[in-house]
Structures are given as structure tokens and as C-alpha cells.
């Protein structure tokens, strides 16, 4: 604690320089655990150029990490910044900071519980935002979806010019209402967030969440529509059996993506 309010104060005295990193008071596992995340959903194929993904502080749970404005594959410790959950980055350093980044600050102030957050464009999932058949679990691995996939829709509070992107407190926070509790939300027309209590549940779930819509999309074409889903009880069983193995792929994904 003692030590905690000693690093946050010299970070106050020595703003502007170095010792003014931030992130350097969050833990080096979460910093570590942040750039394995960018790493592993561009070599899985949920984030490419663009795309993004953040997690709460572990000593201060209204602050959050997420990196500089860059493509996550080449994310290192050092481009990770810090912000509040206004979205302003603190000890920036002339740092460019995603243009999107306010997704991130304002589900973290209406939930507790949300730990690591992904905003991705993930093209498997895209279809769902725009036809109106909700992404249902179409396999065990996909249980965590079984509660409902909200969509959505900007221009119910952008109004009907915006450029797609949350590139505001208000949009933010619309989201972020839109998401309420669920894991993931789609965006129509843009993307998805997904949410996890840690940053490999987070991680885990964006994998699925694009997986999932690619085995359903050929399931409807296949079955002309008709197609066996996990019921409520399937999917909540599969999703509470699968929180205790998502670190069996983690460390998969992780070993293929750092060996690159
Ligand atoms: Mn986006």
C-alpha cells in the first residue's frame, strides 16, 4: 500500500520524464499478459491493422492499459499506455492514442466485473451485426454466447453520418450500455467488443466470437437454416467448464504468436 502511494507520487514529482511511465506502477505479469494478447488475436486473425485491446490496472481500478495507436502485432512492453477512465491518457509523452479508445474507458466505468477488453473488426463476425440473425453457440466452445448478443447500432445515438467509430465519451458509454452484462456486443457495420474477467478470458472469447460466427454461417447455408444451437442450459454448463481451461489454448496461442 505504503509502497503503491511512494511509486504513485514519484510518477506525480517526475512527470515528464521517464519515470513518469505510468505503467511501470501496474503489474509486469499484466504488462506482459497485455502484449501476448495484441500478439495472439493478430496471429489468430481477430485483430489485423486496426483493432484493439486493453485491461484494467491491477492496483487501480479506474485506470487502464492499452497500447499506442498501432497495429497489435507489433505491440511491445513499451508501447503501452495508461488511462483513466475518461479515456485521457496519463504520462502520454506525445504518444498517439487509439482514436477508439473511449470503448474501452466507459464499459470499464459501468462494469466492475470487466477486467481485459477486445475491440475488433473480426470479418467472420460482421455478417450478424447487419442481417438481423442473432450469433447464437453452435458449439461447446462457443457456450459463452448463450445469454444473447446484443447489436449495436450507432446511429440511434450518432445519428446517421457518423464515420462507425466510438470516437466519443457518449458513443462510449452507449455502448457500453448496449453491452449491459453480456460477453460480447456486435457493432453493425464495424465490429465487436468482447469482454472477459481476465485478459485470457477476454482473449479466449474474441477467438470463439469469430470462430463461432464462422461455423454458424456455414451451418445456416448448410442446413438452409436449420440448425441445432446449444440450448440455455448446454451453453451455460459448456461456458462454466470451459473458464477453467482457457489456459490450455493461451499458452498455445501464445507460443506460436511470440515465436514470430
Ligand atoms: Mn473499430
Do not use: C
Not at 510518477?11 to 505510468?22: E, K, Q
Not at 506482459?32 to 493478430?42: E, G, H, P, S, T
Not at 474507458?105 to 442481417?131: D, T
Not at 470516437?167 to 449491459?180: T, V
Amino acid at each position: 500500500m505504503l509502497r503503491n502511494l511512494v511509486t504513485e507520487l514519484i510518477g506525480v514529482l517526475a512527470t515528464g520524464s521517464a519515470a513518469a511511465t505510468s505503467p511501470r506502477s501496474a503489474g509486469s505479469e499484466l504488462i506482459d499478459d497485455l502484449v501476448a494478447a495484441n500478439r495472439i488475436l493478430a496471429d489468430q486473425g481477430v485483430l489485423d491493422g486496426f483493432g484493439h485491446v486493453s485491461a484494467r490496472h491491477d492496483k487501480d481500478p479506474d485506470r487502464f492499459l492499452l497500447a499506442r495507436s498501432m497495429a497489435p502485432a507489433l505491440v511491445t512492453a513499451g508501447d503501452i499506455m495508461e488511462f483513466d477512465l475518461d479515456s485521457n491518457a496519463i504520462a502520454g509523452r506525445g504518444r498517439t492514442a487509439y482514436l477508439e479508445r473511449f470503448i474501452h474507458g466507459e464499459i470499464y466505468r459501468v462494469n466492475p466485473n470487466v477486467l481485459a477488453i477486445v475491440h475488433s473488426h473480426s470479418p467472420a463476425v460482421i455478417p450478424f451485426g447487419v442481417v438481423g440473425v442473432p450469433l447464437r453457440p453452435i458449439f461447446h466452445l462457443g457456450g459463452f454466447l448463450g445469454g444473447g448478443v446484443p447489436v449495436f447500432e450507432i446511429r440511434d445515438n450518432g445519428g446517421p453520418a457518423t464515420d462507425m467509430l466510438i470516437r466519443n465519451p457518449a458513443l462510449g458509454a452507449a455502448l457500453a450500455k448496449s453491452l449491459g452484462a453480456a460477453p460480447v456486443a456486435l457493432m453493425r457495420g464495424h465490429g465487436n467488443v468482447v469482454v472477459g474477467r481476465s485478459i485470457r478470458e477476454a482473449v479466449f472469447r474474441a477467438v470463439y466470437t469469430e470462430v463461432n460466427a464462422r461455423l454458424q454461417s456455414e451451418a445456416l447455408r448448410l442446413g438452409q437454416g436449420q440448425v441445432v444451437f446449444l440450448n440455455e442450459d448446454e451453453a451455460h454448463a459448456a461456458a462454466e467448464t470451459n473458464s477453467g481451461q482457457i489456459g490450455r489454448p493461451w499458452e498455445l496461442w501464445k507460443a506460436k504468436a511470440l515465436a514470430r
